[in-house]
């Protein structure tokens, strides 16, 4: 059975709350943990976004659990420093740390007032920043001159081993193009039809690791307030590329899921006030060969969630792992 993470959203949660939450769901019985690191919060009704990397470092520090963190090295990042930062995280953390690296979205991406490139220039980019973060982690010094430009980069305190470089994605096309480089894959909840193509083309074509799937769920002891949790918090974040990699603020955002409804809802958000339907969904999900599930509890007060889970949820998932 696959190892059941937390997934720890900045957007949704201060960072001195979201780092009690992730103690929370390490007591309670979670496995690990990840986050995305966003400057910008999908909809103005999140209300955060804390920085990922300074909260990575306490929460590492004040748990035992294993963590990622989703980034998009090229433009707001400088491959350089990303390779820096994940290398420290890993030196101090040993084979507790991993990081997803992406094209990006211009949410995150557009504060630095450079143009947004095509999806195309922005993988052949994100390809660059890989093959630059990989040889910084193996301790050369590097000098590139491309669609990123690194002078005589090193770092010094090289990780031993290197953090784990994953690919997230949503297409099956970036999954069969990510096996090339990716050490695993992490996308989210779809389909299971779309899921397995995407699982076949990443490992058909050689790629490597752990396959890792975010589940975004919405559960309270009513339906309805189930239903209602999901819509205010994440009715913004149901759209299929190019929507999420495009559109700049969350306002925006906002602006463009108006109009979303509870049944378009529901095909993005695994929705009931069931815990027992939850485990079933979820053990669907592991059957497909995921490794690790993460889950989103798309609702900002955490508590609740972790505690019904842990006593209902994981019990279950437990049991079909010893089995």
């Not at 899921?195 to 309270?220: C, F, P, T, V």
Request: proline share 7%; hydrophobic share 40%; net charge negative.
């Amino acid at each position: 059975m696959a190892a059941i993470g937390f997934h720890a959203s900045h957007e949704q949660i201060s960072p001195g709350q979201l780092l009690k939450d992730v103690q929370h769901a390490e007591e309670a019985g979670f496995d690990a943990a990840m986050c995305s690191d966003h400057i910008e919060p999908w909809s103005a009704r999140q209300g955060h976004s804390g920085f990922a990397w300074s909260w990575l470092g306490a929460a590492l520090a004040t748990t035992k659990m294993r963590f990622g963190v989703v980034n998009a090295p090229g433009q707001r990042y400088h491959p350089a420093i990303v390779a820096h930062a994940s290398a420290t995280l890993a030196s101090m953390f040993p084979e507790r740390f991993w990081v997803a690296l992406g094209s990006g979205e211009n949410m995150n991406e557009h504060i630095t007032g450079d143009p947004w490139p095509l999806k195309e220039t922005r993988q052949q980019r994100l390809e660059e920043c890989v093959d630059v973060i990989r040889r910084l982690h193996a301790g050369e010094e590097v000098t590139h001159h491309g669609l990123v430009t690194v002078e005589q980069a090193r770092i010094w305190d090289v990780p031993e081993p290197p953090p784990p470089l994953i690919a997230p994605a949503i297409s099956v096309e970036t999954a069969r193009r990510s096996a090339a480089w990716a050490d695993g894959l992490v996308t989210v909840n779809q389909p299971h039809d779309k899921l397995r193509e995407m699982l076949s083309a990443y490992r058909d074509n050689g790629g490597r690791g752990k396959a890792i799937l975010q589940i975004h769920l919405s559960w309270a002891p009513d339906e309805q307030d189930a239903v209602a949790i999901a819509m205010d918090q994440w009715r913004s974040n149901i759209f299929a590329p190019p929507i999420p990699w495009d559109l700049p603020t969350a306002a925006h955002f906002d602006g463009v899921s108006t109009d979303v409804g509870e049944e378009q809802l529901r095909k993005s958000v695994n929705v009931s006030a069931s815990l027992d339907q939850h485990a079933e969904w979820l053990g669907e999900y592991a059957g497909l060969g995921f490794d690790e599930l993460y889950l989103h509890f798309v609702g900002q007060e955490q508590a609740p969630f972790i505690d019904a889970f842990a006593d209902k949820v994981l019990p279950q998932l437990r049991e079909v792992r010893t089995a």
